[in-house]
């Protein structure tokens, strides 16, 4: 397995001090940056976008160690993931995941005259994104089958396969929720044939649930309010990075 990499979602921040929210995180020992971008059509809610990211970046230096202490893994959960792609790279963004299910574009990107919606493969946009300098996640949702991601993962094109994959383990959309035990099988399948994949578990982590997401096979882990809702944030992202390792 991949080393731990602990990512805390800024979603439970304190948004009116997000910069020093994001600086404070990694002082206590959180290796990514997990930033939730949701555009009230993909989920039924509504974060921010790049320009705020923009603002955020400079509080965090950029990664450049081993487990990229300081990527910023922005989670787009937006109904058309490849048109802001270039606008989240200029932002500041080190690795875009998309979902899956959103890989439908408008040609909007190209032409914003343009309102047609075409297909754009996953594996289009994973090029895509590797193209634009960042890393690529792609993320499925609890109704989406582990098994569209076998022919993503088996591309002989080293472009066009994921740097991460993403498990959800809630329904996209709020902070907060209950872990779903139900999306463990997902992870276990993934590990087992591959065994270096950085695998990101998001939703209801913390310190009662991470021992079956280790377990399981996750490394990536993904907490919101588990981390800043805690009086001792560096004390649970311990924890989480532990029970990764043990
Ligand atoms: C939910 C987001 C998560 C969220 C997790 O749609 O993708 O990243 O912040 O929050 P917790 O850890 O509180 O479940
Ligand atoms: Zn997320």
């Not at 509504?46 to 300081?70: L, S």
């Not at 190209?110 to 996640?137: C, F, Q, V, W």
Request: proline share 7%; hydrophobic share 40%.
């Amino acid at each position: 397995t991949p080393p731990a990499i602990i990512a805390p979602s800024i979603l439970s921040a304190d948004f009116a001090a997000l910069g020093a929210a994001c600086s404070d995180t990694i002082d206590n020992g959180a290796d990514w940056l997990h930033v939730d971008i949701m555009d009230g059509h993909f989920v039924p809610n509504i974060t921010f976008g790049a320009p705020v990211v923009t603002k955020i970046r400079p509080h965090v230096q950029r990664p450049n160690a081993a487990r990229g202490k300081g990527t910023f893994d922005c989670h787009m959960m937006i109904a058309e993931p490849k048109k802001w792609v270039k606008e989240f790279q200029t932002a500041g963004c080190d690795l875009y995941c998309f979902h899956y299910e959103a890989a439908i574009t408008s040609t909007a990107a190209e032409n914003p005259e343009d309102h047609t919606e075409t297909k754009t493969s996953p594996k289009e946009m994973i090029r895509y994104i590797h193209e634009s300098g960042m890393l690529a996640g792609i993320a499925i949702k609890p109704e989406t089958s582990v098994d569209v991601l076998w022919e993503i993962l088996e591309s002989p094109k080293k472009e066009e396969v994921p740097d991460m994959v993403l498990v959800m383990t809630v329904h996209p959309g709020f902070g907060g929720q209950k872990f779903m035990t139900s999306e463990l099988p997902k992870v276990k399948a993934l590990r087992e044939k591959y065994p270096d994949l950085n695998i990101e578990v998001d939703g209801g982590l913390g310190e009662g649930t991470i021992d079956q997401a280790a377990d399981a096979g996750a490394n990536v882990i993904v907490a919101g309010s588990a981390v800043f809702g805690a009086k001792d944030p560096a004390g649970v992202i311990r924890v989480l990075r532990e029970s990764v390792e043990k």
